[in-house]
């Protein structure tokens, strides 16, 4: 069995998250979508369910952490490049993220952070197990 993981973010303007994670090249899916929630679709297995605080609080039993003020996770998304790295980053700042640290480049490993509009952390990277096994 192939696991899907929904990785589901409170926001505060799920409108602004659609546009922010299609700007990645993301699609969403219509069928598990409203004018609450947008069903992003990363891949065949990974999908961001985007939900405004109200919905999201239907979820939860404690307080909704505010990412700009705290870290709540730090998402990691594989990238098949450098260059893909470096496309999603540069789609994500042009689309209403932010950078959140400079970039890493060590060990086989390359890395970018950026932000979404409402502060949730994605780590985009890319492994050369060569260099990484060097």
């Given amino acids: 069995m192939d696991r899907m993981i929904f990785v589901n973010l409170p926001v ?3 409108q602004a998250s659609r546009a922010f994670y299609t700007g990645l090249g993301f699609s969403v899916n219509e069928m598990f979508s409203d004018d ?6 990363v891949s065949d297995t990974i999908f961001v369910m985007v939900l405004e605080h ?5 979820f939860v039993t404690t307080p909704i952490a505010d990412a700009r003020a ?13 260059a893909e790295v470096d496309d999603l980053a540069d789609r994500a700042l042009a689309n209403g993220g932010s950078q959140y640290r400079p970039t890493m480049d060590e060990n086989g490993m390359y890395q970018r952070a950026v932000a979404d509009p409402d502060g949730h952390v994605w ?12």
């Fill in 12 to 14: 505060e303007d799920v």
């Fill in 36 to 41: 609450r929630t947008a069903c992003i679709v």
């Fill in 54 to 58: 109200e919905r999201f609080a239907d």
């Fill in 70 to 82: 705290s870290t709540q996770v730090l998402n990691a998304l594989s990238c098949s490049s450098r």
């Fill in 123 to 134: 780590e985009l990277m890319y492994m050369d197990m060569a260099a990484a096994g060097a």
